[in-house]
């Protein structure tokens, strides 16, 4: 992490400590994963903002509007309407919680005619800012089409192959969550080190994260097994790591329903009292202490505490429960409004405020983009219990 001189670290860091005051107020008063997905919440209602037009797009608003444009391209229809109409939502929630009065939110349709179609209908209404896509394909399609124009794209897909000129990802990535779960298990005096990951993109990710998590932790990876969806791959993939070595703590990159096949399977023999660590799709179960095999595992996550008040206010507003990447949207939007004071109407947006290296505060805690676009996130470590989960090494309260 880059350091800051103490001087501008205060200066800087009490806008960000502020904002999280007033979300805390304004709360109160008021793509790239495995097969497994978790309990599907009820269907969000259509967010109150401004809908694409059926319609051929206009020509540009003129000059003398008063507010910057902003879009959101989400899926609002299609496979993935839900978690998009939630995104939308958390959105407009966002502008009023945080008055907004310099941008102004209109929501485009990814799913309906494809994200390049929305994103030229963004462009010719005005947008000068997009928030989306949600989906890795869709931010491919988007990209180039929005550089051209000078546009940044602040997308809520966690694929770091779609990051970097230009494109900035709002996502959670399973390597942070990784080197942090490891760097806490290190901590902790574990030394000896396993994983048990999916076939697939995420799963080559996590093993690359894990591979290098463990070597800067100091610590020795002593085998990593992949394995394919089936019950008896898993088995295995499992068998195989046994025979590798023991284990002071094995990582399951993937969700709770392999998870918890997983880990009676690992927590045998040599390996019994081995210390499972998982990834951040764990953080939208919520049985996994139903297993007792998994009670006591560890993650890395960022905190619920901030997105439990964005649920009450948002089932109060809209009479359903959020996606947890609902989050994602309620953030994006606060931080175009803060950095919108300084975005002269009619000129680009100031990309290089992005790139604040103090960062910028939210639902989801403290965020940065490093060089490469991606967020940079302040997760803490939560141990799974019958009951639930516990905190066991709270998120940094800043960066250093």
């Known amino acids: 992490m880059a350091e800051q001189s103490p001087g501008s670290q205060a200066r800087r860091?009490?806008?960000?400590?502020?904002?999280?005051?007033?979300?805390?107020?304004?709360?109160?008063?008021?793509?790239?994963?495995?097969?497994?997905?978790?309990?599907?919440?009820?269907?969000?209602?259509?967010?109150?903002?401004?809908?694409?037009?059926?319609?051929?797009?206009?020509?540009?608003?003129?000059?003398?509007?008063?507010?910057?444009?902003?879009?959101?391209?989400?899926?609002?229809?299609?496979?993935?309407?839900?978690?998009?109409?939630?995104?939308?939502?958390?959105?407009?929630?966002?502008?009023?919680?945080?008055?907004?009065?310099?941008?102004?939110?209109?929501?485009?349709?990814?799913?309906?005619?494809?994200?390049?179609?929305?994103?030229?209908?963004?462009?010719?209404?005005?947008?000068?800012?997009?928030?989306?896509?949600?989906?890795?394909?869709?931010?491919?399609?988007?990209?180039?089409?929005?550089?051209?124009?000078?546009?940044?794209?602040?997308?809520?897909?966690n694929d770091v192959s779609v990051a970097g000129g230009g494109v900035y990802l709002m996502g959670f990535t399973p390597a942070q969550s990784i080197a942090r779960v490891v760097g806490h298990a290190r901590e902790a005096g574990l030394e000896r080190f396993g994983a048990v990951t999916p076939i697939g993109v995420y799963g080559r990710r996590a093993s690359q994260a894990m591979i290098d998590s463990v070597d800067r932790a100091g610590g020795r990876l002593v085998a990593m097994q992949a394995y394919d969806a089936s019950p008896a791959g898993l088995r295995t993939a499992v068998g195989r790591l046994h025979a590798l070595g023991s284990y002071d703590a094995v990582l399951i990159a993937?969700?709770?329903?392999?998870?918890?096949?997983?880990?009676?399977?690992?927590?045998?023999?040599?390996?019994?009292?081995?210390?499972?660590?998982?990834?951040?799709?764990?953080?939208?179960?919520?049985?996994?202490?139903?297993?007792?095999?998994?009670?006591?595992?560890?993650?890395?996550?960022?905190?619920?505490?901030?997105?439990?008040?964005?649920?009450?206010?948002?089932?109060?507003?809209?009479?359903?429960?959020?996606?947890?990447?609902?989050s994602l949207g309620y953030d994006s939007v606060l931080l175009a409004v803060r950095i919108a004071k300084n975005w002269r109407l009619g000129r680009p947006f100031p990309e290089r405020e992005l790139r604040d290296p103090v960062g910028f505060a939210g639902v989801d805690g403290p965020f940065r983009f490093s060089s490469n676009g991606i967020a940079e996130r302040s997760l803490e470590v939560r141990e799974v219990t019958a009951a639930g989960t516990i905190t066991v090494s709270p998120a940094p309260r800043s960066f250093d």
């Open 13 to 157: 860091y009490i806008l960000g400590v502020g904002m999280t005051a007033a979300l805390a107020m304004a709360l109160g008063g008021c793509q790239l994963v495995p097969k497994s997905r978790p309990e599907r919440p009820p269907e969000p209602i259509q967010p109150e903002v401004e809908a694409v037009p059926e319609e051929a797009p206009g020509p540009r608003l003129p000059p003398e509007e008063t507010r910057n444009r902003v879009a959101v391209l989400v899926p609002t229809s299609g496979a993935n309407a839900g978690v998009g109409q939630s995104i939308a939502n958390a959105a407009n929630l966002a502008l009023l919680d945080a008055g907004g009065e310099r941008i102004r939110i209109s929501v485009y349709d990814t799913a309906r005619g494809g994200a390049a179609a929305a994103a030229n209908a963004a462009l010719a209404e005005g947008n000068g800012l997009f928030l989306g896509p949600l989906l890795a394909d869709d931010v491919r399609e988007v990209a180039p089409i929005a550089r051209q124009a000078g546009v940044p794209v602040i997308s809520f897909s």
């Open 254 to 326: 993937d969700g709770g329903r392999n998870a918890a096949a997983a880990a009676p399977l690992l927590k045998t023999g040599a390996s019994a009292g081995m210390r499972l660590l998982g990834t951040e799709l764990w953080a939208t179960e919520t049985s996994l202490g139903r297993t007792p095999a998994l009670r006591g595992a560890w993650y890395a996550s960022v905190s619920d505490g901030m997105f439990n008040q964005l649920r009450t206010r948002y089932r109060a507003r809209y009479g359903a429960n959020p996606y947890r990447l609902a």
